[in-house]
Each structure stands twice: as C-alpha cells, then as structure tokens.
C-alpha cells in the first residue's frame, strides 16, 4: 500500500510510519523541510503551508495513496498563550483544509482518512464514563479545538471517503509524551497524588496505539470517532500507586491543584482534571490489546527502559 502520513516526524506518526514500513508498505511524509531517507519504502516530501492552495507537493505523490493519517498540529506542551492557541488551532486546521483540496481534486481517493483527534472532546468528569456514542458540544479550550479539527476533516466523508477521528488518550511510552516527566518527578522521589487524585487518566500503551491505527486503516466496518484507551482507565491516585510499584519508588509527595495551575496556567487541567473514557469502537470491532491493565503496560514501559 502507500500510506501519506502528515506529522510523520513525531512521536506517533514515526512509530506509526516505521510500523508501515516494517511491512514493506511505502509511506510518504509531508514535511515542512527538505528530508531524505535511505531506507527505500520511506519518502519524504516538502511542503509549505505559507500558502494552503498551493498543492504543487501533490505531483510527488503517487496517484493512488491507499490511507492519509493526519497528526499534523502543534504541541499542547507549551505555555498557552492566546497568540500560542491560535497557532494550536490554525495547525490543525490549516493541514486539515489543504488536505481536503488535494482529495477533492485527486481523481483516485484513498480507502481512509483517519485524523488525529483527542479524547479532550468529552467534558471533564470524576463521575461520568463516556464513549464515541455520547455527542457533546464545546465545553473548554481543548474540546473546541476537537470539535473544529473533526468539522474540518469530516468533509472527507462527503468526497467518499471512510473518515476517522483517532482520539487518543495519554500515551504511555518511556521516552516520550507524559511519562517523561512523572519518571523524573518519582526518580526525585517527588511522586504521589497530584491534586485530588481522583480524576481519570484514559491512558493506552503506545504499542496498542500504533496497532489500533493499523486496524483501522484496514477495517472498513470502523467510520467516525474512536477512542484509542484502554479498556481499563485509572484513576491518578491508582495510576500513581502502580507507577511507584514498578519503579520501586516512594508514593507520598502530594502537589495541590493551586500549586500546578500556577506553574502550567490553563493546561494544568491535563493533569488535574480528566475524563473516564470507554474504547466502544475498538471493542466492538473485537481489537485485541497487548497490555490491556495499567500493571501490564508499566511494566513492559520500564522492563525495556
């Protein structure tokens, strides 16, 4: 197959484009500099978003690109300010609409248009479980950043094309994403309840998530959104208790809600606040999971870190 990957560069999309080429797949990468690779199934290819209508990038495509992952978008790990949210929003947007031009022009269209979304579409709740049937509107920051980048990649269905929206939960991997930092926090034996310790992390192991996007690039039966969590959420107390275990480090230190909003502003509700979410899709697709408990996952993460 070929495969076009936008943020093929990153934490997920490289995984997900070295998976790709594994088995001899070729995949192309949108990139805003000039990149090559020896390894012959992987293609880069530049492009400018100076100006989104200008799709000369498309003539280095062949003309029948099988599935486009788009994880194009600015990272959420910087400080929030309002000129910075725009460009969180206008990232996402921006590749989504210039993607959407190409497909409405191509003349062959792919099996699959699958975006990267986020599990911030649901609203923050200790008591609520949700899954891809509940269809909420904006309540925060985050959700109306989902809620405008599944609009604008949702015109891919009217083109034909089975569209997806990915929305991944926290990522567990030992050298990217979140468990970078709570590493170095219990390795400071500085770890233990953050705020109240009951919000919900709908975590998943970044090999279960590499093998969900495989799944449903091939699975025809799966449109629309998807959870990609695990079946298993935590709460951060639990989450903290078993990374402690593993890590064989203490779990007293608490840090108050006050102290994190201080430090990271707006985007301290990522975590000191969450969402139980439920991965109804997959499941009901019958997807297997290689590390479906928190306790399987942390100890493959640090078994190999």
């Known amino acids: 197959m070929n495969i076009l990957i936008t943020g093929g560069t990153g934490f997920i999309g490289s995984r997900l484009a070295n998976a790709f080429i594994k088995d001899r797949h070729h995949v192309y ?90 599990i911030g579409y649901y609203p923050t709740s200790e008591i609520v479980e949700y899954d891809e049937f509940d269809r909420l509107s904006s309540s925060s ?24 929206f990915s929305r991944f939960g926290l990522v567990l991997d030992a050298d990217h994403g979140a468990m970078v930092q709570l590493k170095t926090l219990y390795q400071a034996n500085l770890g233990g309840n953050i705020g109240s310790g009951r919000q919900w992390y709908s975590w998943v192991h970044i090999d279960d998530v590499i ?55 707006e985007r301290a509700l990522l975590v000191t606040e969450g969402q139980k979410v439920y991965p109804s899709v997959l499941l009901n697709n019958d997807f297997k999971y290689l590390y479906p408990t928190l306790e399987q996952a942390m100890e493959q993460i640090f078994s190999e870190a």
């Open 29 to 118: 990468i949108l990139s805003r500099s000039s990149a090559t690779s020896e390894h012959p199934y992987m293609h880069y290819i530049e492009y400018s978003m100076d100006n989104i209508n200008q799709l000369s990038w498309t003539k280095e495509l062949p003309e029948d690109i099988d599935l486009v992952y788009n994880f194009a978008g600015a990272t959420l790990n910087k400080k929030w300010t309002e000129a910075y949210k725009d460009e969180i929003v206008n990232s996402r947007l921006d590749m989504t609409k210039m993607l959407i031009q190409w497909l409405s022009d191509s003349g062959v269209k792919p099996l699959a248009f699958i975006n990267a979304s986020a």
């Open 141 to 164: 920051f985050l959700s109306d950043v989902v809620n405008r980048w599944e609009a604008a990649a949702s015109q891919a269905e009217s083109l034909g094309i089975r569209t997806v």
């Open 211 to 265: 093998n969900a996007l495989l799944f449903i690039g091939v699975n025809q039966d799966i449109s629309g959104p998807v959870n990609i969590t695990s079946p298993v959420p935590a709460r951060q107390r639990e989450f903290s208790k078993v990374l402690s275990a593993v890590l064989g480090k203490p779990n007293f230190f608490k840090t108050p809600s006050f102290l994190i909003d201080k430090v990271l502003g």
